[in-house]
């Protein structure tokens, strides 16, 4: 303190305190004196610190790792919403009779199904041969109306009619050529359905010719569609009627044509399929 005892004074011209020209000289504060400035808490040591951070980061992973190993909830029965183009349904029947899938379900499904599988029978190189051709229809036809579809069909396929293709009367290509007639269905939509009855349209291309360098009927495709009236005979889908009708028929693409030895090849080599919704 300044020898002038004016700290904190009132001298004249002195309202600062201690005065002007005067030191003022802070002791430690007392613990005793509560008017003291409180100390700062001390800051918690840099280990201490990294611990911490160390447990929380570790329990953040077992509470993850828990989470990840949660039983996942079981997936909803319901089945995924669908557009008209798109392949739904269930597998494809089991039996079969000459070849032919049979047993389907009576549903507007299962008549789709039968009807697609029909239509490829129906379009196969087999309706080309008698014998064959009575199997494939009495396997697929309802049994009041199977007379009549024999008959039918007897007349379109006539002798005459095989021997302008180039086929024997059994149905038998030249040697050295190959009969190509296949059906393959692009869908297939129901007109009408009860469980008695239903009307399906199948919509297909088909391949239809003679391979062969001297085949005056080379193979050439198409699209049509076919009418198939079915009957529900109590056990499954059976024919009653078939009509057929030209298109709908896509703008055709550019690719090359293929030789007639490699169309021979291709339906030698790649099978059919079963058909089902």
């Known amino acids: 303190m300044s020898s002038d005892d004016q700290y904190g004074g009132g001298g004249a011209g002195h309202g600062e305190v201690g005065g002007t020209g005067q030191t003022r000289t802070r002791f430690p504060e007392s613990a005793s004196d509560p008017y003291g400035t409180p100390r700062r808490t001390p800051r918690a040591s840099r280990g201490l610190i990294t611990v911490v951070g160390v447990v929380v980061l570790l329990i953040a992973a077992i509470a993850f790792a828990n989470q990840s190993h949660s039983p996942t909830p079981p997936a909803s029965d319901k089945p995924p919403t669908t557009n008209p183009t798109t392949v739904t349904g269930v597998s494809p029947v089991d039996g079969k009779s000459s070849g032919i899938p049979k047993g389907f379900a009576q549903t507007e499904q299962g008549a789709q199904s039968?009807?697609?599988?029909?239509?490829?029978?129906?379009?196969?190189?087999?309706?080309?041969?008698?014998?064959?051709?009575?199997?494939?229809?009495?396997?697929?036809?309802?049994?009041?109306?199977?007379?009549?579809?024999?008959?039918?069909?007897?007349?379109?396929?006539?002798?005459?009619?095989?021997?302008?293709?180039?086929?024997?009367?059994?149905?038998?290509?030249?040697?050295?050529?190959t009969f190509v007639s296949r059906t393959v269905p692009a869908g297939a939509k129901v007109k009408n359905f009860?469980?008695?009855?239903?009307?399906?349209?199948?919509?297909?291309?088909?391949?239809?010719?003679?391979?062969?360098?001297?085949?005056?009927?080379?193979?050439?495709?198409?699209?049509?569609?076919?009418?198939?009236?079915?009957?529900?005979?109590?056990?499954?889908?059976?024919?009653?009627?078939?009509?057929?009708?030209?298109?709908?028929?896509?703008?055709?693409?550019?690719?090359?044509?293929?030789?007639s030895d490699e169309i021979g090849r291709a339906v030698t080599e790649f099978g059919g399929f079963t058909y089902a919704r």
């Open 114 to 177: 039968a009807a697609s599988n029909y239509a490829v029978a129906l379009g196969s190189d087999g309706m080309f041969n008698p014998a064959r051709r009575h199997a494939i229809v009495d396997a697929v036809s309802d049994e009041s109306t199977r007379t009549k579809l024999q008959s039918g069909f007897d007349a379109d396929y006539s002798a005459g009619m095989l021997s302008q293709i180039g086929l024997t009367k059994d149905g038998v290509a030249p040697a050295g050529s």
């Open 194 to 259: 009860s469980s008695a009855a239903a009307t399906v349209d199948v919509w297909c291309i088909g391949m239809f010719g003679l391979t062969g360098e001297k085949s005056t009927r080379p193979v050439t495709s198409g699209w049509f569609t076919i009418s198939l009236t079915l009957k529900w005979n109590g056990s499954d889908w059976k024919v009653v009627e078939t009509a057929q009708m030209d298109g709908p028929t896509p703008v055709t693409g550019d690719n090359p044509v293929s030789t």
